[in-house]
């Protein structure tokens, strides 16, 4: 299944330009398909930077509970005796 082209226009640095050709060049194929192949790349690598700042802060959020004690305590307090040589 073949998808759907468009022509389009865009303005390329000429060092990007010279990259692409010699990449397309070693790789037997047309700069076209390496610079579809290139963008989808790079879309989904956006994508996935985009889905990790999201989340990033939601991964503290999934350890929550999962530790128990038989009571209550100051986090704070234990940090601090940590640091100070009392535990």
Same mark, same amino acid.
């Given at each position: 299944?073949?998808? *759907?082209?468009i ?7 000429? $060092?990007? @330009?010279? &990259?692409?050709?010699a990449?397309?060049?070693r790789?037997?194929?047309t *700069?076209?398909?390496m610079?579809?192949k290139?963008?989808?790349? $790079?879309l @989904?690598? &956006?994508?996935?930077?985009?889905k990790q ?5 939601n991964n503290?959020l999934k ?7 038989p ?5 704070t307090d ?7 040589g009392?535990?």
């Amino acid at each position: 299944m073949e998808t *759907q082209k468009i022509k389009t226009t865009v303005n390329i640095e000429i $060092g990007i @330009l010279n &990259e692409l050709k010699a990449i397309s060049n070693r790789k037997k194929t047309t *700069q076209t398909e390496m610079i579809n192949k290139l963008l989808k790349k $790079g879309l @989904l690598l &956006e994508k996935q930077a985009e889905k990790q700042k999201e989340t990033k802060g939601n991964n503290f959020l999934k350890l929550a509970g999962i530790v128990t004690a038989p009571k209550p305590f100051s986090a704070t307090d234990e940090v601090r005796k940590l640091r100070n040589g009392e535990l």
